[in-house]
């Protein structure tokens, strides 16, 4: 299957710093990547959906001015967590979107980044 | 809203066969998901359904009816490295929108 990547797979940081996270498709042009948040035992939460080129679209309840996504190549998007708080804590997982034929896609995900704010 | 429902945990004995059941309510559809995911990563794709019917791969199997908004992972000749959560995702509408997930089934297998 295709590959996604992030770095860093692992950072822990201050309260009140900012952490960028990059999640790339290594081997496809994804012009479509998605950021997901995880914690621990529950299931993913849709943050925003990443286009390249124009603004991500964020979901309700996101603050769009705390997680900065910037999209700016066809195999890069970038989130960072501005002004980071210990409630950022989280798994952080990027998916970036593989079209294998006219009806056919799939999506593929990074192995994630957890962020451990203290 | 959306609904996805899974049974929240299963157990299974090694060399077994499981089926974990995914049913969805959702105001679109395009297609279903399963993904495999291990505790502390990320997950990792093992299916997709667009059409009605079952589709096989290896030891896993995936079958959807659009009609019944049922879809089931079939899940043979279980071993140890099965043990993980199975999700089972909807995507509303075209190419480049972002997955419903449902709440992921935990499927612990045992010798």
């Known amino acids: 299957g295709a590959v996604v990547s992030q770095h860093p797979s692992r950072v822990i940081c201050k309260s009140g710093t900012s952490v960028k996270i990059e999640c790339r498709s290594l081997?496809?042009?994804?012009?479509?990547m998605f950021w997901y948040r995880q914690f621990p035992k529950k299931s993913l939460m849709l943050m925003a959906t990443?286009?390249?080129?124009?603004?991500?679209?964020?979901e309700q309840g996101v603050e769009k001015d705390k997680f900065l996504i910037n999209h700016a190549s066809l195999t890069l998007s970038t989130l960072t967590v501005t002004s980071a708080h210990p409630e950022d804590s989280s798994f952080y997982i990027c998916?970036?979107?593989?079209?294998?034929?006219?009806?056919?896609?799939?999506?593929?995900f990074g192995p994630g980044t957890r962020l451990l704010v203290l | 809203g959306q609904n996805i429902d899974q049974p929240t945990e299963m157990t299974a004995t090694e060399g077994a066969i499981v089926q974990i059941n995914c049913t969805y309510q959702?105001?679109?559809?395009?297609?279903l998901f399963w993904y495999q995911q291990h505790a502390g990563e990320a997950p990792t794709f093992l299916s997709y359904?667009?059409?009605?019917g079952l589709e096989e791969k290896g030891r896993f199997s995936s079958f959807l009816s659009r009609s019944k908004g049922y879809s089931y992972l079939l899940l043979k000749e279980l071993q140890m490295k099965d043990s993980a959560s199975y999700l089972c995702?909807?995507?509303?509408?075209?190419?480049?929108?972002?997955?419903?997930f449902g709440k992921g089934t935990t499927l612990s297998v045992s010798s």
């Open positions: 998916s970036a979107v593989f079209l294998s034929g006219l009806f056919r896609e799939t999506q593929y």
């Open positions: 081997d496809f042009q994804a012009t479509t």
């Open positions: 990443s286009n390249e080129g124009s603004k991500a679209t964020y």
């Open positions: 959702t105001s679109g559809f395009n297609g």
């Open positions: 359904n667009v059409l009605d």
């Open positions: 995702a909807v995507i509303l509408r075209g190419a480049g929108t972002a997955l419903i």
